[in-house]
């Protein structure tokens, strides 16, 4: 019999801060701060429908391939299919392969089992060889790792860091970063701190080689 939803989120928050314990970062402190914030005797249903996206496909297999921590990996199997998963970005267009691959799921959000309109905290799931281009965001991000192999690339240098499934990676505010996904679909628990009411910006060269900054339309759910 499945576990009261509260209980769900409960014990994948309380794994999750125990994970970043682990990672023994004092950057990490003001994000274990806030996630013991989270109010999970506030956690409600939200709407859960059969999902079409393509990336989709790839969370079963993401979910058996998890190989952090196993209290936080077997929190993240309990309380996965209690989520929906989808996207802000367009299937077609400019940002196409983003908006085909890639798809992220609130736990604690606007639009999370927690509705909470001061944090973001869920997953994230990564289809196989995607490439989410340079972009920033006001907000504090990390990414904790759980399955699959990415290659995390800041500023306009090239230079890649790759987080292996246990491992955490940090952007701080308006950092630009990309992210590269092997041939394996990555899922990461994700958390944002600060202001991220802000749109998140990409940037991209123009025909001089110079970098530019574009804000996309996107409507984030």
């Keep these: 019999m499945s576990q009261p939803l509260p209980r769900l989120v409960s014990e994948f928050v309380d794994s999750f801060v125990a994970a970043l314990a682990v990672v023994a970062d004092p950057a990490l402190k003001p994000f274990i701060d806030d ?7 506030q956690a409600k249903p939200i709407e859960i429908r059969a999902s079409d996206h393509p990336a989709v496909r790839f969370l079963d297999s993401a979910l058996g391939a998890q190989r952090a921590e196993e209290r936080l990996c077997s929190a993240v199997r309990a309380i996965a299919p209690e989520l929906c998963f989808g996207s802000s970005y367009a ?11 890639m798809v992220w799921s609130e736990i604690a ?30 907000a504090d991000e990390i990414y904790f790792v759980l399955s699959g192999t990415l290659a995390v690339e800041h500023g306009f240098d090239g230079k890649r860091v790759a987080p292996a499934p246990g491992g955490c990676y940090r952007t701080p505010s308006g950092q630009a970063h990309a992210l590269h996904v092997g041939d394996e679909p990555v899922l990461l628990v994700y958390c944002w701190i600060g202001d991220f009411s802000v749109p998140t910006w990409f ?4 025909s001089a080689g110079r970098w530019q900054t574009t804000v996309p339309d996107v409507v984030r759910r």
């Design 35 to 41: 996630l013991r914030g989270v109010a999970a005797a």
């Design 203 to 206: 940037h991209e060269r123009d």
């Design 109 to 138: 959000g606007p639009n999370g089992l927690v509705r909470d309109p001061s944090r973001r905290l869920g997953l994230m799931l990564l289809a196989p060889q995607l490439h989410y281009p340079l972009h920033g965001h006001v």
């Design 91 to 101: 299937r077609e267009g400019k940002l196409a392969a983003i908006g085909q691959g």
